[in-house]
């Protein structure tokens, strides 16, 4: 009995030692390269003005100041106000939340039902597989913004709506990627040895093959994110999704669509700039980590 | 596989995925709250005939998959329902509005396929600065929403310059034209960026290959290797990423229209939601999925004409 106890403790040390690796944050510099890291620190630098909104906004977005509706840039209002006199900065500010907390979320719920899928896929095999495989075909079918408006018509306009529905439109392009990741990984010996060390099929799923794939997971996460927020922005310009007068950037370029037809362009133009730099860098870190993730194996 | 087994393959995939589509369009309705026939006549409540008229449309007396059968039926038939809002057939109301969206996602496939072959191939034979500049055009292109564009254009050439109208779709022939300029434009611009870098890739890993060399040494003429040689031979990820392409059009139409104000189908399906129209949400989705579906099955049959070395039904 002493020899399977000393072997599985020599590969209970090379599991710790592979642990040893440089750390989480020179791995990502590394990863995202000099582009990627000024995307990450304007994103970083967005996402925290977001956060601390309440104390980084100079008014409250709702406060309406009917003197200053449709007002250019002035020391009082950085950015001008909107028609009904509302301080637009602030608005961003605050509107910028839930352009990154809605498409965030719908990423995460995608993310984790699309990896259990995948997962479950990779590891059964078989009639399972197939079966998984051809549900994500009949979602793939689907166009995704579809999806929300979908879940809009049964359940009526609200960002909740909206997320669920964009969050099942999502599983498909997680969980297909994360498939034949984990597939390959299914394949390899480090894995039969496992099983053969008697490890059970959900520990070696945990344990082994998600740690190796994680990679392609999170890049894949963040490459979807860019086209999340592009359709929750588009899906609340259409009306159908946060309702006024909460701030949203994509109700901002619909209200200030109106300001444009007045003869005041700068909402539209500010709330639609906002929404590009969010999408460009969000999308230039999916790309750079796509393509470490690929360059690992 | 020869043709004639490969395409009754195809077509029957085609058709489960049809079949299996509709059943859960038809879904949709014991989705929602409350019972079909109070989601149905919503908040208007209803007069006895109405409740008649919907519960004899949705066969609402008969067992669940008898319905599905009754109303599939309706549909091959060519009967899409009864409009509560519009009081119209909502076959005719999609008929009616089919053209613009058709005329708008042709368009802007067309725009699609001459900008972004024409601005990719550019990028990989000139290289250096004009590539980067395109390659970051085509990066902001990406991140662009297609609303985010709809305003500008407005705000620029038709508010602005005066050069384009700014609402509808005109009264047909050039003067649509005219009106679906500055809509293809906004539905193409993510699109166009998106295969003008595929293109890019395509062309520039194809010329980087021997027999182009061979070409070259050969001493034939610069544009006909590039016509003939890396082009024809880059077609496969191009066409992929087109047919792919041009099926979110369908999809992307539904937010454009909505910006300029067009009378196509993805107006129609937002009005119905907000309205509550419920016969017009489910068919126009119908639409939607279908013809996404189609166009998807569509390119992955052309693969086989295009390129005669992949053989029918393998996916490479």
Redesign the interface.
């Known amino acids: 009995m002493t020899i399977p106890s000393t072997t599985s403790l020599a590969v209970a040390d090379v599991v710790r030692e592979r642990r040893v690796r440089p750390g989480f944050a020179r791995t990502t510099i590394e990863r995202l390269g000099t582009v990627g890291c000024i995307a990450a620190g304007v994103l970083l630098v967005i996402a925290l003005a977001a956060t601390f909104a309440p104390i980084v906004a100079p008014y409250d977005p709702d406060f309406p100041d009917l003197l200053a509706s449709l007002s250019g840039p002035s020391p009082a209002h950085l950015l001008g106000a909107d028609a009904l006199g509302r301080d637009i900065l602030s608005r961003l500010i605050w509107g910028a939340r839930i352009t990154l907390a809605g498409p965030g979320l719908v990423i995460l719920i995608a993310t984790v039902v699309g990896v259990l899928l995948a997962l479950l896929a990779a590891w059964r095999g078989g009639r399972v597989d197939t079966a998984i495989s051809w549900l994500l075909?009949?979602l793939f079918?689907?166009?995704?913004?579809?999806f929300g408006?979908?879940a809009?018509?049964?359940?009526g306009?609200s960002l909740a709506t909206v997320v669920g529905g964009l969050a099942i439109a999502y599983v498909p392009y997680v969980a297909r990627v994360v498939r034949g990741a984990a597939l390959r990984e299914r394949n390899m010996p480090y894995v039969s040895a496992a099983w053969l060390q008697g490890h059970s099929g959900t520990g070696i799923t945990f344990t082994q093959i998600l740690p190796n794939v994680q990679p392609i997971v999170v890049a894949q996460a963040v490459s979807s994110l860019?086209f999340a927020v592009?359709d929750l922005?588009?899906v609340s310009?259409?009306?159908?999704g946060v309702q006024p007068p909460t701030a949203d950037l994509?109700l901002m370029?619909k209200s200030?669509?109106d300001s444009?037809?007045r003869g005041q362009?700068i909402e539209?133009i500010a709330a639609?700039s906002l929404?590009?730099v969010i999408?460009?860098c969000v999308?230039?870190i999916g790309d750079r980590l796509t393509s470490s993730a690929r360059s690992i194996r | 596989m020869s043709l004639g087994p490969y395409l009754l393959r195809r077509f029957g995939g085609l058709l489960l995925v049809l079949l299996v589509t509709s059943f859960l369009v038809f879904g949709l309705l014991y989705l929602a709250p409350g019972s079909p026939l109070a989601f149905i006549l919503g908040p208007r409540g209803g007069t006895p005939e109405q409740i008649a008229a919907v519960t004899e449309q949705y066969h609402l007396n008969d067992p669940f998959f008898v319905r599905y059968a009754a109303w599939l039926g309706d549909i091959l038939r060519g009967d899409l329902g009864y409009s509560i809002v519009y009081r119209q057939d909502v076959s005719a109301l999609i008929s009616s509005r089919v053209g613009t969206t058709l005329a708008l996602v042709s368009l802007a496939a067309i725009i699609i396929s001459v900008v972004g072959i024409a601005v990719g191939t550019f990028a990989a034979l000139r290289g250096g600065w004009s590539d980067q500049l395109t390659s970051t055009l085509a990066a902001i292109g990406l991140s662009t929403p297609s609303f985010v564009i709809g305003v500008a254009l407005i705000s620029v050439f038709a508010v602005g310059l005066g050069w384009f109208p700014t609402f509808g779709s005109g009264t047909g022939g050039v003067d649509t034209l005219w009106h679906l300029t500055l809509p293809a434009l906004a539905l193409s611009v993510a699109s166009a960026a998106y295969l003008a870098r595929i293109t890019r890739a395509a062309v520039l890993e194809e010329s980087g290959r021997e027999h182009v060399q061979t070409a070259t040494v050969r001493g034939l003429a610069t544009g006909h290797i590039v016509r003939h040689h890396v082009l024809r031979n880059s077609l496969i990820p191009i066409v992929t990423v087109l047919g792919l392409t041009i099926a979110t059009l369908i999809a992307g139409a539904v937010v454009v229209e909505n910006v300029f104000a067009l009378d196509g189908l993805g107006s129609l399906l937002v009005r119905a939601i907000l309205q509550r129209d419920f016969a017009v949400v489910q068919a126009v989705i119908l639409v939607l999925v279908v013809a996404f579906v189609v166009v998807n099955a569509i390119v992955d049959f052309l693969y086989t004409f295009i390129d005669p070395r992949i053989a029918l039904g393998s996916r490479q």
């Open positions: 075909d009949v079918a689907v166009p995704g913004i579809v408006l979908i809009v018509a049964i359940w306009p860019g592009i922005a588009a310009f259409l009306g159908l994509g370029v200030g669509f444009v037809l362009p539209a639609g929404i590009v999408v460009w999308t230039i």
